[in-house]
């Protein structure tokens, strides 16, 4: 799964008041930088494509290396950048990110991926900082009960945030950008 929808609205509600770029990580091609290109939600030198040549878990996971040369050539880019978001998709259960790479982790999951994933506890569900259940929209076509998913990720991560979204239509953007903002201590300019 991609995360270009999630990332591609954050961007968008951020970076009219933030000095902000950001980096995406594919195996062997910059599709989802590319696909951040097109939305124009940041201008083209503030995004990174990352090209992992293996599975991008470990580029976020392992060896950040690959990543913190992005970070590097970003911030010497632009000085005054205020938030950087790393982008890294494809895994329910195992992705988390190094904490040399990520001062906050936000992990968004999917509903259409089913209804046992939060039951499973992976780490990037348990521990990240925020826990996103996207396209909640699609529960009754996928047959999950939007109910219960979101009572099984309250369990699964005890007094860790939840928001349930739908972040193509804009719901749970401003929830995702309110932590953003009160978790990295940033402050943004008046839209």
Known sequence: MSLNGPLREIARALAPRLSMAVITNDIY????????????????????????????????????????????????????????????????????????????????????????????????????????VNKTDLAPHVGVDAALLEKDAHEARGPRPVVMAQLRHGRGVQQIVDFLVEQGGLTPRAA
């Open 29 to 132: 091609t910059r599709e989802d930088a590319e696909a951040l290109m097109r939305a124009q939600v940041l201008p083209v030198e503030r995004i990174r494509g990352v090209e992992t040549g293996g599975c991008p878990h470990t580029a976020i996971r392992e060896d950040a290396s690959i990543n913190l040369a992005a970070i590097a050539d970003l911030n010497a880019a632009f000085p005054d950048l205020e938030l950087i978001l790393i982008e890294s998709g494809g895994d329910n259960l195992a992705a988390t990110f190094s904490p040399e790479l990520a001062d906050l982790t936000i992990y968004v999951i999917d509903t259409a991926a089913g209804q046992d994933i939060p039951r499973k506890r992976g780490p990037g569900l348990a521990r990240s900082d925020l826990l996103v």
